[in-house]
């Protein structure tokens, strides 16, 4: 049974834009596309890199800026078959993260490649580079930096409460997906730009495999969005599939592992999830989550929320 979850970003925005919901369904249609071709980790691949051609997502070419002013990109990819994976971080250059864990995980003997040495892996396979960010990107960037220094503490905290404060979009748009394809693989894929204004060289969650994205063909598959912060110090995709792998529902395991993240630190973040038998979840602790599911005979739609955990 093939089946396809996306997200666009666990979200503290009370409305995503209808552009950001079209391109979501757009990326669903390209992963299911991509199904025909191949298989579950096609579909994550594709799925993804197309939510980081859009621009309307904290992902790609629509990627946060640090501190510098300078996007630095994390991804990561998984195929539960073999349990084998790739996963960059901090690159500065490339278009498609997600293609470049691919190629880590295809042409490497290695897991995580970051910076300069997963830029020239990009640079032998002649990935696209990364154009320079939009004009209204870089007044995005001015604007939160003044906001930040005129009130220090200079702490994440203080970043999400002026978000909270005036709303915005600094959750809004980690992109990640999960498959069950005909085969019974699992796979699951995760790209961002990060957190606005994060320190040069910070990495989150969506770069490290079992933090951001995990899938395992004997329990399911998950990729995680928010504050990697959190997500890192409880392992949340890989925590989310072990509860899979013990017999959880998706839904579930995605609350279960949620609320543990809670009784640990209480900050925004997201996890969609398939399972082996085709079972989909999406959970937040976030106010809000943008995502979609596609399975044979049903129509998909771009939804807000899924189950709410607090
Ligand atoms: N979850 C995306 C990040 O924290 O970088």
Not at 221 to 240: D, N, W
Request: charged share 25%; net charge positive.
């Amino acid at each position: 049974m093939d089946v396809l979850v996306v997200h666009g970003g666990a979200g503290l925005w009370r409305s995503p834009s209808r552009r950001a919901k079209r391109e979501l369904l757009a990326a669903l249609d390209v992963g299911v596309a991509a199904f025909r071709r191949g298989s579950a980790l096609e579909a994550v691949e594709e799925a993804v890199a197309h939510m980081e051609n859009s621009g309307v997502f904290n992902a790609g070419v629509g990627s946060a800026l640090n501190l510098e002013g300078v996007a630095e990109l994390d991804a990561s990819i998984m195929d539960g078959s073999s349990l084998r994976a790739g996963a960059v971080g901090c690159v500065r250059t490339v278009r498609n993260p997600v293609k470049l864990a691919r190629l880590v995980m295809e042409h490497t003997d290695h897991v995580l490649l970051v910076g300069e040495g997963a830029e020239l892996l990009a640079s032998v396979f002649k990935l696209s580079k990364l154009p320079p960010p939009s004009r209204s990107r870089r007044a995005e960037y001015r604007r939160r930096l003044s906001e930040l220094l005129e009130k220090p503490p200079f702490f994440m905290e203080r970043n999400i409460e002026l978000v909270r404060e005036h709303g915005g979009a600094f959750l809004y748009g980690t992109v990640g997906a999960v498959a069950l394809d005909d085969n019974g693989n699992l796979a699951a894929a995760t790209s961002t730009g990060g957190l606005w204004l994060k320190l040069p060289g910070r990495v989150g969650d969506s770069a490290l495999i079992g933090c951001g994205t995990y899938a395992d063909n004997r329990g399911g598959a998950c990729s995680a969005t928010g504050v990697g912060e959190a997500a890192i110090r409880v392992c949340l995709a890989k925590r989310v599939v072990d509860l899979m792998l013990r017999g959880f529902s998706p839904r579930r395991a995605c609350r279960t592992a949620l609320r543990e993240m809670l009784e640990l630190v209480n900050l925004p973040n997201a996890v969609i999830a398939v399972d082996r038998r085709g079972g989909v979840a999406a959970a937040h602790t976030s106010p809000h989550l943008l995502w979609s599911y596609w399975r044979r005979g049903e129509q998909p739609r771009a939804r807000t929320r899924g189950l709410h955990v607090s």
